[in-house]
């Protein structure tokens, strides 16, 4: 009985805690990039401390010992009878290179928050938020009127994500010695508000206009995944998965209004000259990614008490920013936005659950690093936006008990322009920190007790 309680109050613990941390995090400002101005902002791919350090490899690395909210699929092989809890911070730090000009800013929030377990064996249940597309910049630029040689500053200044919460849900179809197979959805609702305001004034002066946009996102968004796993030896295993996510229709509510300020700086001074609102369609456009890795296990043998893992990661994924159109305002004119990550993960002892004083607390460790390029769905004169990321990372157990429980941590640093050195470049360093919680291997949920 008492167990019972405990376990009780736990998943209401880690419930709440989920309600009170998604409301928080999911208020933070996500990115500081200027690019996050068009469209619906910048399409969130950062801030999973496990996934950054492997090139965010996202679709095809399944482990019962990390939570993939990227791919359903993979919620079926989650260790039964141990759910998980995840969230991860990070911080970005950018830098903006322009000619000789400079200047840098960064962006700190939580990137999602999820609790999973799986049941029956076969089964994975998952809910969880996380960040669809990011907005966030805050731009000055300064020009002289010819006519009456006043300085004219224009402050381009925006905030806003859009949240994706979900329920998934995934089956083990196939559970045979030398093959796996498991689908996945995740099913939940877009929802959130992005903000865009330009005020103009004479510099030195606090009078001022201020043009404000105000973008209201809803709607139901599916994702499916798919992992096929095939055993060539009790050391040898290769996976191939995949994400889809299909073109959906968003309501969307547009909110401008043009308004004279006094005091731009202090809103209660905004007098409104003219406000319109409209109501219509966001079209989200569809993506597909593939992902492929080659998992090679020593397991244990007479010459060491040791089980090293070596992992090989790759994914490509492309999202058809083309699709996105929109009844409202809402800039619509984008490129196709192409991924390929690579990833590569070692571990000198893979077995979580081993406490053997024998082995080292390094060995215990997992050592990851990638690299992520990718073709942006931006343009700068007339050139297509490119990014490049390497990354670091490691993953430290918790082995104070039997438990699956671990912490991340993360960096990268990357670098986007359209390959002319003289154009506009934005330089990123980044830092991320995750922690996955779970229950200890004699605490197991979901377990049958006898009674004697």
Same mark, same amino acid.
């Given at each position: 009985m008492a167990y019972s309680i405990l376990c009780n109050n736990m998943k209401r613990v880690l419930f709440l805690l989920s309600l009170v941390l998604g409301n928080i995090s999911f208020a933070q400002q996500?990115?500081? /990039?200027?690019?996050s101005i068009n469209g619906l902002g910048e399409e969130d791919y950062v801030g999973n401390a496990t996934f950054t350090a492997l090139g965010n490899t996202r679709s095809v690395y399944i482990d019962s010992t990390v939570l993939n909210i990227y791919n359903p699929a993979s919620y079926a092989f989650l260790s039964h009878g141990q759910p998980i809890f995840s969230t @991860?911070?990070? %911080? =970005?730090?950018?830098q903006f290179v322009e000619n000789k000009s400079i200047a840098k800013n960064n962006a700190l929030a939580l990137s999602h928050m999820a609790f999973g377990f !799986?049941?029956?064996?076969?089964?994975?249940l998952v809910f969880g938020f996380r960040p669809l597309t990011n907005t966030g910049y805050d731009v000055l630029n300064t020009s002289i $009127?010819?006519?009456?040689?006043? #300085?004219? @500053?224009?402050q381009f200044y925006g905030s806003g994500n859009i949240t994706y919460a979900f329920t998934g849900l995934a089956f083990k179809i196939l559970e045979l010695e030398k093959h796996k197979l498991s689908f996945g959805a995740n099913l939940g609702n877009v929802f959130g508000t992005n903000t865009h305001r330009q005020t103009v004034n004479i510099q030195n002066e606090l009078i001022g206009s201020v043009k404000q946009n105000t973008l209201k996102i809803n709607g139901f968004n599916p994702e499916f995944g798919f992992n096929y796993q095939i055993l060539f030896s009790k050391s040898s295993n290769l996976s191939v998965a995949a994400i889809y996510k299909s073109k959906v229709t968003l309501t969307s509510e547009s909110k401008t209004a043009l308004i004279s300020a006094s005091d731009f700086k202090?809103?209660? !001074?905004?007098?409104?000259?003219d406000y319109e609102i409209s109501k219509g369609n966001v079209f989200n456009p569809s993506s597909v990614e593939i992902g492929l890795k080659y998992d090679f296990t020593k397991y244990l043998n007479r010459a060491s008490l040791r089980i090293p893992q070596l992992i090989l990661l790759a994914s490509y994924k492309n999202t058809r920013w083309s699709e996105? $159109? !929109?009844t409202t305002n809402l800039s619509t004119s984008f490129n196709d936005a192409t991924h390929f990550n690579f990833g590569l993960q070692f571990a000198p002892h893979v077995d979580f659950y081993d406490r053997s004083k024998s082995i080292s607390f390094l060995s215990r460790i997992r050592y990851r690093m990638g690299y992520e390029y990718a073709l942006l769905p931006w343009s700068l004169n007339s050139k =297509?936006? #490119? /990014?490049s990321i390497y990354s670091i990372g490691f993953g430290f157990p918790i082995t104070s008990q039997r438990t699956l429980s671990s912490i991340n941590f993360a960096v990268n640093y990357g670098e986007r322009g359209n390959? $002319? !050195? =003289?154009?506009? %470049?934005e330089k990123q360093l980044g830092y991320s920190l995750g922690i996955t919680i779970s229950p200890a291997f004699y605490d197991r949920w979901f377990k049958k007790n006898k009674i004697d």
């Open positions: 996500f990115t500081k /990039s200027p690019y @991860s911070a990070y %911080i =970005q730090n950018y !799986s049941f029956k064996n076969r089964f994975g $009127n010819l006519l009456t040689n006043d #300085t004219i @500053s224009t202090n809103e209660n !001074s905004f007098d409104t000259l996105l $159109n !929109s =297509q936006l #490119t /990014s390959g $002319n !050195s =003289q154009d506009f %470049i």
